[in-house]
Each structure stands twice: as structure tokens, then as C-alpha cells.
């Protein structure tokens, strides 16, 4: 079996420093040894040096939205989900591209593209899949109002409206049954939906219970869209195990989260930088202008109280979020206050924890599947050698070299 051997400054996503002399040695798809290259076995491998580089584990980004619009195609305007479908198995590619070996997807896309990547049908990140995203009608996910609450479930491929304890129980079903990991909903309003407020509660104490409960039944988890704090607390409380955006939230919120071990995901590159955007309509630049500034205080009381910051993007390889640059999170995390550290553990090991994959992704250590990458700077002094796929040198995913322009 070959065995690759890779030399360089080494960040591991356990320690708090770099490895200025550092050595990673691979076997198959498993890490043999990561740690000071004096230490490490004598061997046959194949040495690979990093160079003025650095060796990192694999990136992961655990809020991803695989729709594939941006490559689908002009046929009937690009609407026809195969043609969508087709367009997300390039646009993965991309992501390994940048570095990323691991993606958490909010889409029904994500169902069948997680599949063909187990099968070695389709090159791309390992992708843990939630299936539609579930919320209410007049929600967050409610972007046509126009249509009906059943054309709407059965065109739209990203998300589900439901409504009622029974009709929320339906909808999880109905993600498992199509080979959902997880459940992600929408707690609260946010910034891109027409008919709510960033702030507005969505689902009742009695929908959030039937969901979580339900997802607990298949032995998961759900995760929420949260920008106001109200609904983040109403999902706390029903068992939500995961916040994503969390952009409003008070001291409440995060004394819960600690004290449940709720991680929460950042999301900072679209929350600082939406209301930049040209020719947004009125009533979405006055949201996005609202939650810039207290997504950056939420940060601050999360690091705080200790509690798990794990990376995600929100990105969709729109003009605005190409998946090339899905890095900018990490310079998005170190604008936001985190260090740079702290924004490359929150974009690995903290990553892989919300996968729940942790102990098989997201450090380098002896024992893991051997996802790294390694990029042509020092992140530590210089955050931008993560934000784009041209920094990213080499990617190793499951031993297997899927790309090399050292």
C-alpha cells in the first residue's frame, strides 16, 4: 500500500500553535503519523514538501447549499432540477478545489450527490445531507407567495413548507425517507425572505417538539436558522442541538448553549458583506444592515462563554458566493474578533464535531481518515491563504490526491 509523506509547518487543529517542522504520513486512507518530523517512523514514503506552505486537515463547512443553479443550464431557465442537478455535481468539484473535504448540505440535491460521492461516481467533498429545508408558511423559506403552499412542496427543491404538529412530523419523514443525516428549520425570520421580519418567531413550542422529537426517533438531530433571539430560545428549549447564523442572540441564548454544549455556526462572510451587495430591493438591505453589527456581538459572547464556533458559509456558488472563495469565512471569522486559530479549528475539528464525524475527520492525528490540504502561506500570520481555491496547493481526501499544483 503507498505511503505519502508530507513535510512543512504543520497546523494539526489540536494544538494551539503551528509544527514549524512538522511531518504527516499516510498509509491508504488513514493517517499513520502527524506530529514533529523528528519523531516520525523511518519509511519508503513518498516525500512531498509543503515548502513556504503549510499542512492542514482537511477544511469542512457545515452550512452549505448545493443547488447547482449558477451551471444549470439556459433550457427552460435553468429551473429543471436535472439540469440543477447536473450543474452541483461540477460545482462540488470546486469545493475540493478549495480545499474543502467535508460539507454538511441544506438541499435536496445534497441527498443524491452525497450518494454518488460515496460511490466514487462523482469527485467531491464527503457530504452529510439534511434534505429540504423545513419552515413555515409566511416563513423565512416562503420566498413565493404567489404560489400555492403544495406547488411550492413539490417544485421546490430546497425547501418544505409544513404546518402543524402532524404536518411537521410528515415533513421530517419525508426527509429521512430520502436519506436525510439531520433536519435543518427555520426558527426564525430572516434576511432574504419577503413576508417576515429578521426577528419573527416561526414554528410553536408544539411543532419544535414534534420535530425534534420525531428526528430523535431516527436517531438524529436538528439543526435551526436562527437570526432573532425569540425563536432561537423557543428552538433551544423544544431540543434544537445546533444554531446556525445565531445573529441576534442575547445572553439567554448563549447561557443555554453553553450549558447544552450547543455549537453554534458563524456564517459571517454573507452576514457582513449581504448588504454590500448592488441592487438589493429596500426591504432586504435594511435587514441586512441590521444584522451585520449584532452577528459580530454574538460572536463575541460565544467566544466568551466558551461556546463551539464551527465554520459555515451559507454559500451557494451564486455570483455573490462562488464556491472557489468559500474560504472568505475564515477571513469573515477573523474580522468578526475570533483569532486566526480559533477560525481554522472552527473550519475543522469544530466542523467535523457538528458532522459528527469528529473522530474520524477534521485534525490530523494518527488513527483519521486522511483529508488535508495544504495551502501556499502561513495562515497564522496571513488569514487570505485560506479564502480562495488558488492558495489551496494540494488536496488529500481519504488518501486519494485530488489535486497537486505544488
Given at each position: 500500500?503507498?505511503?505519502?509523506?508530507?513535510?512543512?509547518?504543520?497546523i494539526d487543529?489540536?494544538?494551539?500553535a503551528?509544527?514549524e517542522d512538522g511531518a504527516v504520513?499516510?498509509?491508504g486512507?488513514?493517517i499513520?503519523?502527524?506530529?514533529?518530523?523528528?519523531?516520525?517512523?523511518?519509511?519508503?514514503?513518498?516525500?512531498?514538501?509543503?515548502?513556504?506552505g503549510?499542512?492542514?486537515?482537511?477544511?469542512?463547512?457545515v452550512?452549505?447549499?448545493?443547488c447547482?443553479?449558477?451551471?444549470a443550464?439556459?433550457?427552460a431557465?435553468?429551473?429543471?432540477?436535472?439540469?440543477?442537478?447536473?450543474?452541483?455535481?461540477y460545482?462540488?468539484?470546486l469545493?475540493l478545489?478549495a480545499?474543502?473535504?467535508?460539507i454538511?448540505?441544506?438541499?435536496?440535491?445534497g441527498l443524491y450527490?452525497?450518494r454518488?460521492?460515496?460511490?466514487g461516481a462523482?469527485?467531491g467533498?464527503?457530504?452529510?445531507p439534511?434534505g429540504?429545508?423545513?419552515?413555515i408558511?409566511?416563513g423565512?423559506?416562503?420566498?413565493?407567495?404567489?404560489?400555492?403552499?403544495?406547488?411550492?412542496?413539490?417544485?421546490?427543491?430546497?425547501?418544505?413548507l409544513?404546518?402543524g404538529?402532524?404536518?411537521?412530523?410528515?415533513?421530517?419523514r419525508?426527509?429521512?425517507?430520502m436519506?436525510a443525516?439531520f433536519?435543518?428549520?427555520?426558527?426564525?425570520?430572516g434576511?432574504?425572505?419577503?413576508?417576515d421580519?429578521?426577528?419573527?418567531?416561526?414554528?410553536?413550542?408544539?411543532?419544535l417538539?414534534?420535530?425534534?422529537g420525531?428526528?430523535?426517533?431516527h436517531?438524529s438531530?436538528v439543526c435551526?436558522h436562527c437570526?432573532?433571539?425569540?425563536?432561537a430560545?423557543q428552538?433551544?428549549?423544544?431540543?434544537?442541538?445546533c444554531?446556525?447564523?445565531?445573529?441576534m442572540?442575547?445572553q439567554?441564548e448563549?447561557?443555554?448553549?453553553?450549558e447544552?454544549?450547543?455549537p453554534?455556526?458563524?456564517?459571517?462572510?454573507?452576514?457582513?458583506?449581504?448588504a454590500?451587495?448592488?441592487?438589493?430591493?429596500?426591504?432586504?438591505?435594511?435587514?441586512?444592515?441590521?444584522?451585520?453589527?449584532n452577528?459580530?456581538?454574538?460572536?463575541?459572547?460565544?467566544?466568551?462563554?466558551g461556546i463551539?464556533?464551527?465554520?459555515?458559509?451559507?454559500?451557494?456558488?451564486?455570483?455573490?458566493?462562488?464556491?472557489?472563495e468559500?474560504?472568505?469565512?475564515f477571513?469573515?471569522?477573523?474580522r468578526?474578533?475570533?483569532?486566526p486559530?480559533?477560525?481554522i479549528?472552527a473550519?475543522?475539528?469544530?466542523?467535523?464535531y457538528?458532522?459528527?464525524?469528529?473522530?474520524?475527520?477534521g485534525?490530523?492525528?494518527?488513527g483519521?481518515?486522511?483529508?488535508?490540504v495544504?495551502v501556499?502561506?502561513?495562515?497564522?500570520s496571513?488569514?487570505?491563504?485560506?479564502?480562495?481555491?488558488?492558495h489551496?496547493?494540494?488536496?488529500?481526501?481519504?488518501?486519494?490526491?485530488?489535486?497537486?499544483?505544488?
Open positions: 500500500m503507498k505511503k505519502i509523506l508530507l513535510k512543512g509547518r504543520m487543529a489540536v494544538s494551539d503551528a509544527i504520513l499516510i498509509e486512507d488513514k499513520l503519523y502527524a506530529g514533529e518530523a523528528s519523531l516520525c517512523p523511518e519509511t519508503d514514503a513518498e516525500v512531498i514538501s509543503a515548502g513556504e503549510t499542512i492542514l486537515p482537511g477544511f469542512i463547512d452550512h452549505a447549499h448545493l447547482g443553479d449558477e451551471d443550464g439556459s433550457f431557465g435553468g429551473k429543471l432540477f436535472g439540469d440543477q442537478l447536473i450543474g452541483a455535481v460545482q462540488i468539484g469545493l478545489d480545499g474543502f473535504t467535508g454538511r448540505d441544506m438541499s435536496e440535491a450527490l452525497s454518488g460521492v460515496e460511490r462523482i469527485r467533498p464527503r457530504i452529510v439534511g429540504k429545508v423545513l419552515g408558511t409566511s423565512h423559506v416562503d420566498f413565493a407567495p404567489d404560489l400555492t403552499k403544495e406547488y411550492i412542496n413539490s417544485h421546490d427543491h430546497l425547501s418544505m409544513c404546518d404538529p402532524d404536518d411537521c412530523v410528515r415533513a421530517v419525508e426527509q429521512f425517507r436519506g443525516k433536519i435543518k428549520i427555520c426558527a426564525t425570520g434576511v432574504s425572505s419577503p413576508t421580519r429578521v426577528d419573527d418567531v416561526q414554528f410553536s413550542p408544539e411543532e417538539r414534534a420535530i425534534v420525531e428526528a430523535k426517533r436517531h438531530y435551526a437570526t432573532g433571539y425569540e425563536g430560545y428552538a433551544l428549549l423544544a431540543g434544537v442541538e444554531i446556525e447564523h445565531g445573529v442572540l442575547t439567554r448563549i447561557d443555554l448553549m453553553a447544552r454544549n450547543v453554534l455556526v458563524s456564517t459571517l462572510s454573507v452576514s457582513l458583506g449581504v454590500n451587495i448592488p441592487g438589493l430591493p429596500d426591504w432586504m438591505h435594511e435587514k441586512a444592515l441590521l444584522c451585520a453589527e452577528n459580530k456581538k454574538t460572536i463575541a459572547m460565544a467566544r466568551k462563554a463551539r464556533i464551527a465554520f459555515g458559509t451559507d454559500f451557494s456558488n451564486s455570483k455573490n458566493t462562488p464556491y472557489l468559500n474560504g472568505r469565512e477571513e469573515a471569522m477573523v468578526g474578533g475570533m483569532t486559530m480559533e477560525s479549528k473550519g475543522t475539528i469544530n466542523a467535523a457538528v458532522m459528527r464525524m469528529d473522530d474520524q475527520i485534525s490530523l492525528e494518527a483519521k481518515l486522511a483529508d488535508v495544504i501556499d502561506g502561513d495562515p497564522l496571513d488569514i487570505f491563504c485560506l479564502t480562495h481555491a488558488d489551496v496547493k494540494m488536496v488529500i481526501k481519504g488518501g486519494k490526491i485530488e489535486k497537486n499544483t505544488l
